[in-house]
């Protein structure tokens, strides 16, 4: 499988933005998918995931409430909405495939399960 994000942008503190993550690849709908970010100088961070059919998603704590992760296996596609941003936002924001399904959800916020990833997308919030 490979992997397309794009969406990111700037906004400014309270906006929202999308971002779209589109999957190529004969088995691309079996995959899990999550989000990570990035920020400068700091470690890649889990942001959210949902798995291979769309019934299970896992949320970092600072996504909770704010973010929503969902798929469209139609396209191929896993969207990322994010509302209510924050300056603390600000990052590269990649997503990212497994093959893997968890018996405890914490589990798809692992990042060391995930095999391939898409080049980044970059989300700029001012304040």
């Known amino acids: 499988v490979q992997l397309q994000a794009s969406g990111g942008g700037l906004v400014q503190t309270g906006g929202s933005l999308k971002l779209s993550c589109a999957a190529s690849?004969?088995?691309?709908?079996?995959?899990?998918l999550g989000w990570f970010r990035q920020a400068p100088g700091m470690e890649r961070d889990f942001v959210a995931a949902i798995n291979w059919n769309g019934m299970r998603t896992h949320y970092a704590d600072s996504a909770t409430g704010r973010f929503t992760i969902s798929r469209d296996n139609a396209k191929n596609t896993v969207y990322l909405q994010m509302n209510n941003l924050k300056a603390e936002d600000t990052a590269v924001y990649y997503c990212?495939?497994?093959?893997?399904?968890?018996?405890?959800?914490?589990?798809?916020?692992?990042?060391?399960?995930?095999?391939?990833w898409g080049q980044g997308t970059l989300v700029t919030v001012s304040s």
């Open positions: 690849g004969p088995t691309a709908s079996s995959y899990g």
């Open positions: 990212a495939a497994n093959r893997y399904t968890f018996a405890v959800s914490r589990r798809m916020g692992d990042i060391d399960t995930y095999e391939v």
